[in-house]
């Protein structure tokens, strides 16, 4: 579960990012967050990752509270938390299957366990067959299935995707939001960041709308 409880943000320029945000995301959700380029929607991001803290407030996501939680239990936290970025961010010297085996060869987890693992989730976003290619053999959305599996390779609870779909046309942006649809379906919460306004009325659901710092619209549709 993510909640933030009266949470604001105010950097060291003096910008209030944030302004007295209360929500809460339910272990199972699906959500998109939407509002437009500056609104605090990053800012979100980075606070339920611990890349920042807030001025004031409380953040908890996963069972961590984030306002007490000690350094080295940061790594343990962003474990739980699979993120999916606008531009992939794969490693262009590396294989598919390498790519998504990277998350869980820095944890030292075992050998056969990886090897059953990566094949799980790349078949689950259909690229078992683009194991030993890299990705700039690749179309953008081959890429961000991979930046998906990746995501998912640890089975995280929560799925953030940061603009997944900003790179994409309109007809893999349909595929990549249906394949997080089916994530979620699997009892994997996702939280989708987008300022694509119509492709949310497209899809529906739960939709949190930050503006200039505040949360306002938080409903289903």
Do not use: W
Request: with cysteine.
């Amino acid at each position: 579960m993510v909640e933030l409880r009266n949470v604001s943000v105010t950097y060291s320029n003096g910008v209030r990012a944030l302004n007295n945000v209360s929500l809460t995301i339910n272990d199972g959700d699906f959500v998109f967050l939407v509002g437009k380029s500056g609104a605090g929607k990053s800012t979100l991001i980075k606070l339920l990752i611990k890349e920042i803290s807030p001025t004031s407030g409380s953040v908890a996501v996963n069972g961590y509270e984030l306002n007490k939680i000690r350094a080295n239990e940061i790594p343990k936290l962003r474990r739980t938390i699979g993120y999916v970025f606008q531009d992939f961010k794969l490693i262009d010297n590396m294989s598919v299957y390498d790519n998504v085996a990277f998350v869980l060869r820095s944890i030292d987890a075992p050998v056969k366990y990886i090897r059953r693992r990566v094949a799980y989730v790349l078949g689950l976003v259909g690229l078992k067959d683009k194991a030993k290619v890299h990705p700039n053999e690749l179309s953008g959305g081959e890429q961000q299935r991979v930046a998906i599996a990746r995501a998912l390779v640890n089975d995280p609870k929560l799925i953030i995707a940061d603009e997944p779909t900003g790179n994409l046309d309109p007809k893999t942006t349909i595929e990549i939001i249906e394949l997080l649809q089916g994530i979620n379906k699997c009892d994997t919460t996702v939280l989708m960041v987008t300022h694509e306004h119509d492709l949310v009325r497209r899809f529906g659901g739960r939709i949190i709308s930050i503006y200039e710092g505040q949360v306002n619209f938080d409903d289903v549709i």
